[in-house]
């Protein structure tokens, strides 16, 4: 059985960081694209950044320069680390691995930003 676990959201104030984790189990990690998403209440589901099996990684322009997203296969693991966070980053953070036309999703962990 697939699963896909997040954790290290939290309320933080504008301007300080946070790193979330998402570690999968019932997959071969190493060979999934990873990705993590974003959705805010009344907003559909956002792409923040994914990384490829390679180690490729891309961003959205919202967050470019403050996001970083990284992978540790050995852990079966993918980290999202958020610097700079702003009030807009408030969302809950979705993690997803595929291949192909196969998704697996995670529940999500919540980050809230006070300004």
């Known amino acids: 059985q697939v699963q896909l676990v997040e954790s290290g959201g939290g309320l933080v104030q504008a301007g300080e960081s946070l790193r979330l984790s998402c570690t999968a189990s019932?997959?071969?990690?190493?060979?999934?694209?990873m990705g993590w998403f974003r959705q805010a209440p009344g907003n559909q589901r956002e792409l923040v950044a994914t990384?490829?099996?390679?180690?490729?990684?891309t961003y959205s322009d919202s967050v470019k320069g403050r996001f970083t997203i990284s992978r540790d296969n050995a852990k079966s693991t993918v980290y999202l680390q958020m610097n700079t966070l702003k009030p807009e980053d408030t969302a809950r953070y979705y993690c997803?691995?595929?291949?192909?036309?196969?998704?697996?999703w995670g529940k999500g962990t919540l980050v809230t930003v006070s300004s």
């Open positions: 019932g997959v071969i990690f190493s060979i999934y694209g």
């Open positions: 990384i490829t099996s390679g180690g490729k990684t």
């Open positions: 997803r691995s595929q291949l192909g036309v196969i998704n697996y």
